[in-house]
């Protein structure tokens, strides 16, 4: 069975780092894109980026670039995105997913992290 | 970036009725687009990608249509599971985007 399982949920204070990560099993990690995407409260859904694991080839939203860093470890199947510097906007709930490597749709969803950073 | 624009974004509606959401791109995206459904404090799941191909084990009163710039989803008989909320999604281009999402209440 094709799964994301995601790190549990984080409370943060405004300035810390942070990095949560989404660990894929039951298919070949190295040959999907996988990426993150962002759900602030009671709103829509936000594209950060996507990495290939199999070069490392990263593409992030202007929205999210020099914000957060998405990296892999191909040997551990394991996606992370990760912050520096957190700030109280950064509440939301993120999912990672996984995309074909030719044809961008998200066809398996990580289950959800809560990330909540008080100011 | 593509601009994804879904319509309504909210919708009344009583099992068994026949709905439409539409989502319109700001530039062509020829057929790349997939729709998405997110019932609350769950994640999102797959239901049409490339305008009009059906994920597997979605059921089949969920169709897509559309290319270009304008597309719809269409639930033939609404059924209870179907209240959530409805997101489109180009893939044309990098930044990938999302449309506002379509909320379908029970009427």
């Known amino acids: 069975e094709v799964q994301l399982v995601q790190s549990g949920a984080e409370v943060k204070n405004s300035g810390d780092s942070l990095k949560i990560s989404c660990k894929a099993s039951?298919?070949?990690?190295?040959?999907?894109?996988i990426g993150w995407v962002r759900q602030m409260p009671g709103k829509g859904l936000e594209w950060m980026g996507i990495?290939?694991?199999?070069?490392?080839?990263?593409r992030y939203s202007p929205s999210f670039q020099g914000r957060v860093i998405i990296s892999a470890d191909k040997s551990i199947s394991t996606a992370y995105l990760q912050w520096s510097s957190l700030k109280a906007s950064d509440t939301a709930i993120y999912y990672c997913?996984?995309?074909?490597?030719?044809?961008?749709?998200?066809?398996?969803w990580g289950q959800g992290t809560t990330v909540t950073v008080s100011s | 970036d593509i601009q994804m624009t879904q319509s309504p974004s909210t919708l009344s509606a009583s099992v068994g009725d026949r709905v439409t959401i539409t989502c319109r791109a700001s530039?062509?995206?020829?057929?790349?687009l997939a729709w998405y459904q997110q019932k609350p404090g769950k994640a999102p799941n797959l239901l049409i990608y490339k305008a009009s191909s059906l994920e597997s084990a979605v059921p089949s009163r969920f169709s897509g249509s559309g290319s270009g710039t304008e597309f719809t989803l269409t639930i033939s008989s609404l059924q209870p599971d179907d209240f959530a909320t409805y997101y489109c999604q180009q893939y044309n281009s990098y930044p990938l985007t999302f449309g506002g999402g379509t909320k379908v209440e029970i009427k």
């Open positions: 039951g298919y070949n990690f190295t040959s999907y894109w």
């Open positions: 530039q062509t995206i020829s057929s790349w």
């Open positions: 997913a996984r995309y074909l490597r030719f044809s961008l749709y998200m066809d398996v």
């Open positions: 990495i290939y694991p199999g070069d490392s080839d990263t």
